[in-house]
């Protein structure tokens, strides 16, 4: 199943240059030549969540995935890619990563280590490159949401050029 409606206010990217403003996550993807698609939605301030954003955009729940970032005692910090109406398992998340013991980053920390905010925090373009690991779940779909780097854009693409763009590791991380 894919979430990709054909409807005026959905966006095609290749390699062609764009007019249009671009988010870092873009301007990233289209560097690196992989191909994407797009889609913005009104953000409501008082609901950041990712099941917010697929009802905004019409999706499968499923096929949207959030990022969170977390801290492991042993390798420090990591990046979970999970569906939006799920949980981080911490102890799958911590045996996957080689972890005794992992706990979400508190959030006045998450700007100032990947350089984006809550509702907006995308795994493709963080200033430093984390261990990152997608739910296995992804792989079930031929493309899959993540955010664009900003609050209301959302970026979809194949789970497996997400994977190897940013060196991720699918595993089963979720409750």
Do not use: W
């Amino acid at each position: 199943m894919t979430i990709i409606n054909a409807n005026p206010q959905e966006k095609r990217h290749t390699m062609a240059k764009q007019k249009e403003i671009k988010t870092n996550v873009m301007r990233l993807l289209d560097k690196a030549k992989v191909s994407y698609e797009h889609r913005e939605y009104e953000v409501d301030e008082n609901d950041l969540s990712g099941s917010h954003a697929a009802d905004e955009l019409g999706v499968d729940h499923s096929t949207l995935f959030k990022t969170l970032v977390l801290h492991g005692d042993k390798t420090g910090y990591l990046v979970c890619v999970i569906p939006v109406d799920e949980e981080v398992d911490l102890k799958k998340i911590a045996r996957v990563s080689g972890n005794k013991k992992t706990e979400m980053l508190p959030m006045k920390e998450l700007l100032p280590t990947t350089g984006y905010i809550r509702g907006g925090c995308s795994p493709i373009g963080m200033k430093k490159q984390f261990p990152t690991y997608i739910n296995e779940s992804a792989k079930e779909h031929e493309i899959i949401g993540v955010s664009g780097g900003q609050r209301g854009v959302q970026i979809l693409l194949s789970p497996s050029d997400l994977a190897g763009y940013i060196h991720a590791e699918f595993a089963d991380i979720i409750v």
